[in-house]
């Protein structure tokens, strides 16, 4: 199959190491900056059949993939995946996979009228422990669902913010809600039952007066089916990361997923008693070297198996507009200083430009 990237910024490594693992014809790699492509290349070892572009359309094109991964800075990824699908390319789309809820209706609409697949890399989900909790979801061992929380603790210095100048900013990418902590977010709407009802929000910018968005988030969500939802996101934490979890908390069960990326079962407790408890935290449990975990690979695999069997990703364009629409609302909710009440028709990160100007 093959396959492009657009980007070779932060998170490209990831995307290549699961092309290749995965078998796939890289064809070409694309960036503004050729130092970035070629570091690339070299550090991969990727072929020098694999040619260079800094403009994706001639990319695209010229060399027609049937995959694109599409890695660029936030604010470019429904512009490009538009062009990208308007040509037959299948896409998988770095989250979040567009900053308003018109470009993300516009990649969904596009992606039916074309018939291409489209996945928001959301790669958490298929981490170890997130497959067995959804997997206890589904077997409905949680009876009743309560409440579920995400926290993302993590730390951004100025040194993160200054290697691109798209950070932070509300045109190109939004606060630590839209780009750290959108994964947990999704992950905790993922569970608790996807449809909302009502938002309420608070953010601040407290610790990085050089960017435009928010550095902290917190939310109070009230799902449809009855249960809550509870966020807390920052990148305000000193010196360095300290954690990601996720809490379960229902009727007859209790789970907590920690570690770096939620790749840890912490906490395993059923009134069915149908699994040992530490024989779980043991079997699914993983340790990978950062945030971004393991779950580029399987997230690849079951793209490809989705083209070739000409089914939906199992993280799709929806599931990508749900996690940006949940953030959208939180930062609808604390700009307004009210409830905001789902689904949302319009929003867009750069309806917020003027949130902490002035701001010190």
């Known amino acids: ?9 932060r998170i490209s490594p990831n995307h290549i190491v699961a092309a290749q693992n995965n078998g796939l014809d890289i064809t070409a790699v694309c960036d503004i900056n050729s130092s970035c492509m070629e570091d690339k290349m070299l550090k991969f070892k990727l072929d020098r059949k694999t040619k260079c572009y800094t403009d994706y359309k001639e990319m695209v094109e010229k060399e027609k993939p049937e995959l694109v991964a599409i890695c660029t800075e936030s604010g ?3 512009e490009i995946a538009l062009f990208c699908i308007e040509r ?5 789309i770095e989250k979040p996979i567009a900053l308003s809820i ?8 596009a992606s039916v009228k074309y018939h291409v697949k489209v996945c928001a890399c959301h790669q958490n989900r298929f981490n170890k422990s997130i497959q067995i909790i959804r997997e206890a979801i589904d077997m409905n061992r949680f009876g009743k669902l309560f409440y579920g929380t995400a926290h993302i603790r993590w730390c951004r210095n100025h040194e993160y913010f200054d290697r691109a100048a ?3 900013t509300w045109d190109q990418d939004g606060g630590a809600l839209m780009n750290q902590c959108i994964h947990n977010i999704d992950l905790l709407r993922w569970m608790m039952g996807s449809e909302i009802d009502e938002v309420v929000g608070m953010t601040d910018r407290l610790n990085h007066d050089y960017i435009e968005a928010e550095d902290m988030g917190i939310a109070l969500i009230k799902f449809r089916n009855g249960s809550y939802g509870i966020v807390e996101g920052t990148t305000d ?5 300290l954690e990601e979890t996720l809490y379960i908390f229902g009727e007859k069960g209790t789970v907590k997923a920690g570690g770096q990326s939620v790749n840890v079962i912490e906490e395993w407790r059923f009134a069915d008693l149908l699994d040992d408890p530490e024989e779980v935290k043991s079997r699914f449990h993983e340790n990978p070297p950062n945030v971004y975990g393991y779950g580029h690979t399987p997230l690849y695999t079951d793209v490809i198996n989705a083209i070739q069997q000409d089914r939906q990703p199992y993280v799709n364009a929806m599931d990508g507009k ?4 949940l953030v959208l609302a939180i930062y609808k909710s604390a700009a307004e200083g009210g409830s905001v009440k789902m689904p949302l028709k319009e929003c867009a990160t750069t309806d917020f430009m003027e949130r902490f100007s002035g701001k010190r």
């Open 1 to 9: 199959m093959r396959y492009a990237l657009i980007g070779c910024g």
């Open 88 to 92: 037959g390319c299948n896409c998988i």
């Open 102 to 109: 018109a470009d993300a209706d516009a990649i969904i609409s």
């Open 166 to 168: 798209w950070r932070g």
């Open 237 to 241: 934490i000193y010196p360095k990361n």
């Open 322 to 325: 749900r996690a940006l629409e």
């Open 76 to 78: 470019k990824h429904a």
